[in-house]
């Protein structure tokens, strides 16, 4: 049986950070390759070869977004899997040398960077986890304390998956060269939101993923520069330079290199900087009581606000049945009722993070959309706050 989907979509997404619409050229992209090619890259007759074609030229295209070499592209299915692979790889390394390898991080990474820490290979390694308030104050004095003999890596996001709060990876990656240690950044939260490549940066290897860019979900890409050398993910066959064994995911990763070649940063960054600003400003005026957790110093199109008095989850369910997405909590941890992982580590009372909310924005948002969510936020919060108040009577 043939399945059907609507014509348009019933609900307005302001969660963009959890997953966003494929770029339509990402979806062509795709869509021609399954519709008329196939073929796997690894193999010799004329189909693999034309499937080898087509994974390099994704590759290129990748590449050129972040102003790398192509050789320092590896595939993989998730940034959580990037991230994963380039702790574990230099862990591994410098066990090797008979080293007790120390890993420098942040307490707001993403869970697959804190999560290492407690797995088999993450324990044997030493953990500095440093703490980042929302002004970011301390941060690069803290990290760059922790450098030094033992290092084996510093690990700091670009910008918060959370809040949008940007952190100072130029400055941090610049400190940790000086000692020898290499630097990885998380930049998912931050591609095509701000223009960005590796070599501004001054980082060794950078992870991102697919679906929050435009690409499809299940794809994303660890990129190393040349020169610093890392085991393979999964060990097999040839693929990825022997890095990453198995059949490549070759209609995803052809739909993660169209939608790097159709970011325009700039341009989206100026239209996602203007919605956020203006929905924050009617919720300030119409909403008493709101806190922002999003500091100054933050990426375009994120927003993470609380609301004194509503619980992010119960502001969740009833703009979800008002048709309008967001996130609530931690984001990757689905239905948790938790507080936000994020928040509490910066220092803010439970009460706060558990009714913090966060609302991002993509390169589909429209006018119309921030327009929509934003009179249905307000509603929906004046409405939880009658209830309670009559509860509590």
Do not use: Y
């Not at 494929?22 to 062509?28: F, I, N, S, V």
């Not at 940790?176 to 940066?201: E, Q």
């Not at 693929?239 to 989206?268: C, K």
């Amino acid at each position: 049986m043939k399945e059907k989907f609507p014509s348009r979509e019933p609900f307005i997404n302001l969660d963009h950070m959890a997953g966003t619409a494929l770029r339509p050229a990402a979806r062509d992209a795709m869509c021609v390759w399954l519709a008329h090619s196939g073929g796997n890259p690894s193999s010799i007759h004329q189909r693999g070869r034309r499937a080898e074609m087509r994974l390099s030229r994704a590759r290129a295209e990748v590449a050129k977004a972040l102003d790398v070499h192509p050789a320092e592209v590896f595939f993989v299915s998730s940034g959580s899997e990037a991230n994963n692979w380039i702790i574990g790889a230099l862990i591994e390394a410098a066990i090797r040398k008979g080293e007790r390898p120390r890993i420098i991080t942040t307490a707001i990474e993403h869970d697959s960077i804190l999560e290492m820490a407690k797995s088999p290979v993450g324990r044997r390694a030493e953990w500095v986890i440093v703490p980042v308030p929302p002004t970011g104050d301390g941060l690069i004095e803290a990290c760059e304390d922790a450098l030094g003999d033992g290092a084996a890596l510093m690990s700091v996001m670009l910008a918060n998956h959370e809040t949008g709060q940007r952190l100072p990876v130029e400055a941090l990656a610049e400190r940790a060269r000086a000692h020898g240690v290499p630097f990885h950044s998380d930049v998912s939260a931050a591609l095509g939101r701000i223009p960005l490549d590796r070599k501004t940066l001054g980082v060794d290897a950078m992870s991102i993923s697919g679906h929050k860019l435009g690409g499809p979900a299940g794809v994303g890409a660890l990129i190393v520069r040349r020169g610093l050398k890392i085991d393979p993910m999964m060990v097999g066959g040839p693929q990825e330079r022997r890095r990453r064994a198995g059949s490549e995911n070759l209609a995803g990763i052809i739909g993660l290199g169209a939608a790097m070649e159709a970011l325009e940063p700039e341009t989206e960054g100026g239209m996602l900087g203007a919605l956020s600003a203006e929905f924050l400003s009617r919720i300030l005026e119409n909403v008493p009581d709101t806190l922002v957790n999003t500091p100054e110093n933050s990426v375009p199109g994120i927003l993470n606000l609380s609301f004194a008095g509503v619980e992010g989850q119960s502001l969740l369910m009833n703009l979800d049945l008002a048709g309008i997405c967001i996130s609530s909590g931690a984001p990757c941890a689905s239905g948790s009722l938790d507080p936000s992982p994020v928040l509490l580590a910066q220092g803010a009372s439970e009460e706060r993070a558990r009714s913090s909310v966060r609302i991002s924005f993509g390169w589909s948002s429209s006018r119309k959309d921030m327009e929509r969510g934003v009179d249905a936020l307000i509603e929906v919060v004046r409405r939880l706050r009658r209830v309670r108040s009559r509860r509590s009577l």
